[in-house]
């Protein structure tokens, strides 16, 4: 099946470096990123990995919980860790799970499902498990990345996408383009002038269908 944006994500229970997780458990009533990697011991993914160690703090003021992938088994996270929390300064305290059956690169199609052994593998074996998911309370998708083996990921981009997700949740609002926190945001289409002034004050009317208003706080 293809994954989809507000489609349920697929709940699965694996082994994890913090012991047996199953996702919707794990989230709880927070928001999930779910971010994936081909190998341990990759130079890209330990950089990766070292960026989200040290965005922690600002994952928690945004009630998230981050939660990797990798194609190896926890014995191998956890040699790994050392060199992840070595390289961020921090220690990496987000759970990294065994993914060495496929299980969930074949579940969130980050793969083909009959396309690699789980043995003798290489990154390059696995090389589009590259991709973000965050996944909303209602354990909904609501955004979904994919990058190339090359390409480090930009975590202030993923923190900018969920500070939009979470500001625009359930409101009539959206955020245009290079939107950063603080920044006005666009008065949804099915307000009329009226209502979006009723219920955000002052609007900026640029062109009939694009409308602007002070950003709600969260």
Same mark, same amino acid.
């Given at each position: ?71 190896? $088994?926890?014995? %191998? ?6 060199? +992840?929390?070595?390289?961020? #300064?921090? =220690?990496?305290?987000? /759970? ?57 990921? $930009?975590?202030? %981009? ?6 939009? +997700?979470?500001?625009?949740? #359930?409101? =009539?609002?959206?955020? /245009? ?42």
């Amino acid at each position: 099946m293809t994954i989809r944006i507000n489609d349920i994500a697929p709940n699965f229970t694996v082994n994890s470096t913090a012991g047996m997780l199953t996702l919707h458990d794990w989230i709880g009533d927070s928001y999930a990123i779910l971010f994936s990697h081909p190998k341990d011991f990759t130079p890209v993914c330990t950089t990766e990995f070292s960026a989200v160690a040290q965005l922690a703090p600002e994952f928690s003021k945004r009630n998230t919980k981050v939660m990797g992938v990798s194609v190896d $088994n926890v014995e %191998e996270h956890k040699k790994w860790k050392r060199d +992840i929390d070595a390289f961020a #300064g921090t =220690p990496a305290d987000f /759970p990294i799970i065994d993914d060495t059956s496929l299980l969930v690169s074949k579940l969130y199609e980050m793969l083909p499902a009959d396309a690699y052994l789980t043995d003798g593998r290489t990154p390059a074996d696995s090389a589009t498990v590259r991709t973000v998911f965050i996944i909303g309370p209602d354990k909904k998708v609501r955004l979904t990345m994919s990058y190339p083996m090359s390409v480090g990921r $930009n975590f202030a %981009e993923i923190l900018r996408a969920l500070d939009a +997700i979470q500001i625009t949740d #359930g409101a =009539p609002i959206a955020t /245009p383009a290079n939107w950063v926190p603080g920044q006005d945001v666009i008065v949804g289409l099915g307000l009329n002038d009226e209502q979006a002034k009723e219920r955000f004050g002052e609007i900026n009317i640029e062109l009939p269908y694009l409308r602007f208003a002070k950003a709600p706080k969260k």
